[in-house]
């Protein structure tokens, strides 16, 4: 099984940094695409960014130019440092990895949450 943990989530004005972490756990035989979540109250969770093992990322254009997600294989942490927070920007932030472990194969995973939440 594999455990995500997330940490880093808080509360910071308009125009402030967080810096997200998540940590995968178990019996991890290899880690491919890693991945940041957010939902909103109300809305339904929408993907922010997404890093491949090999390193190329992608984000949703809200966060272009605001957030990086970046990965360290050897520690199967991501993270996502954002910058220029902005109050729409508040929301569970949650963390997803596609993992393989042996006996369960490919699967993917989710952290429990952790809350951002931007004042104006």
């Known amino acids: 099984q594999v455990q995500l943990v997330e940490s880093g989530g808080g509360l910071v004005q308009a125009g402030g940094s967080l810096r997200l972490s998540c940590t995968a756990s178990?019996?991890?035989?290899?880690?491919?695409?890693m991945r940041w979540y957010r939902q909103a109250p109300g809305k339904q969770r929408e993907l922010v960014a997404v890093?491949?093992?090999?390193?190329?990322?992608n984000y949703t254009d809200s966060v272009k130019g605001r957030f990086t997600i970046s990965r360290d294989n050897a520690k199967n942490t991501v993270t996502l440092q954002m910058n220029s927070l902005k109050p729409e920007d508040t929301a569970v932030y949650y963390c997803?990895?596609?993992?393989?472990?042996?006996?369960?194969?490919?699967?993917?995973?989710w952290g429990q949450g952790t809350q951002v939440t931007v004042s104006s």
């Open positions: 997803n990895a596609d993992a393989y472990t042996r006996g369960i194969g490919w699967r993917d995973y």
């Open positions: 178990g019996s991890i035989f290899s880690i491919n695409y």
């Open positions: 890093i491949a093992g090999g390193g190329s990322t």
